[in-house]
């Protein structure tokens, strides 16, 4: 841990917000920054805190000196630079690890969330199974009919062993506001309970895991938090628009191998002796289902055709 991430661990240990947010910014821009800041400021909701975390960048100009002058006298905005490019997870892991409020929210830059947004979206939560929540992720403008397009509303596995954003580049008619249970939740806008992730975390701080650094540690995540006997859930009043750059396909598709490739071999084990559950993500009987009909405490994988 660096001396800044050390100093922010001891800045926000004692925050005791009922939200907490984390916009985590690499190489986005001005305009980007500024709009996503305003964006949330704007919210309906009072009680949270906004974070403003750089990831160190050499080929791209610092904006802490912007966000400071324009936003910090708010009192609800805080800015952070680290002195290394600890990627999207570690970057989140940090100030998972240092912040102490319950309700902990990842942003990222390229996304502007409605007034009503974090709302909705911490009103899912009172229900004390709910270990994340997603929101619904809607393209930029509108086509000629005046209809809007998704970006993703959860994420599904399939049967092919296929992760994808549920809807994604679907025109929105509503057909999922009444689906709310999903597999996972996506990192762009997601909101997490702080007690459910330090029951998953990996050794000490590690929330996300860093081995992915910069994609498929949300999926990851909400995985062993389901296997907790946590539910992740879709809230449709929650709207965010959201101009991805990266991670896109026709119908929302992620390169699901890549992640078996990768974690082939990390089992994760849950409870102590005889009790202890054993889980190896991509064990056959697993994917087909049969560990979770064998463990009924556990919720059901949210497969897809």
């Keep these: ?21 984390n916009l985590l910014r690499w190489n986005s821009g001005w305009d980007e920054i500024r709009a996503c800041i305003e964006a949330v400021l704007a919210s309906d909701l009072v009680d949270f805190e906004l974070t403003y975390m750089e990831n160190f960048n050499p080929d791209c100009p610092s904006l802490a000196s912007e966000v400071k002058e ?4 708010d009192g609800r905005v805080r800015v952070v630079v680290m002195e290394a490019n600890l990627g999207y997870a570690g970057g989140h892991n940090r100030f998972f690890d240092g912040t102490g409020s319950e309700l902990l929210m990842v942003l990222n830059p390229d996304a502007l969330i409605e007034p009503d947004f974090l709302k909705r979206i911490v009103a ?3 229900d004390p199974h709910v270990g994340a929540a997603t929101g619904k992720m809607i393209k930029p403008g509108q086509n000629s009919s005046g209809e809007r397009t998704l970006d993703g509303t959860g994420i599904l596995v399939s049967r092919s062993r296929r992760g994808y954003e549920r809807g994604q580049l679907e025109i929105d008619r509503g057909q999922y506001d009444r689906e709310p249970q999903v597999f996972g939740v996506s990192g762009t806008a997601a909101v997490y309970r702080k007690s459910a992730l330090e029951a998953v975390k990996i050794g000490s701080s590690e929330y996300f895991d860093e081995d992915f650094f910069a994609y498929w540690e949300d999926l990851d995540l909400s995985w062993r938090l389901r296997l907790r006997g946590y539910s992740c859930v879709y809230v449709p009043g929650a709207i965010v628009e959201h101009q991805r750059a990266v991670g896109q396909s026709e119908g929302g598709v992620r390169n699901f191998f890549e992640y078996v490739r990768h974690h082939r071999a990390f089992p994760l084990t849950y409870g102590n002796g005889a009790g202890a559950i054993i889980f190896s993500p991509f064990s056959r009987t697993i994917m087909a289902g049969g560990f979770f009909a064998t463990c009924p405490s556990l919720p059901r994988v949210s497969w897809a055709c």
């Excluded at 800044?4 to 661990?9: G, K, L």
Aim: aromatic share 10%; glycine share 0%; net charge neutral.
């Design 1 to 21: 841990m660096t001396e800044t991430s050390r100093r922010f661990h001891a800045s926000n240990a004692n925050s005791m917000k009922s939200l907490s947010i």
């Design 70 to 73: 324009q936003f910090e006298a």
């Design 124 to 126: 899912a939560f009172e």
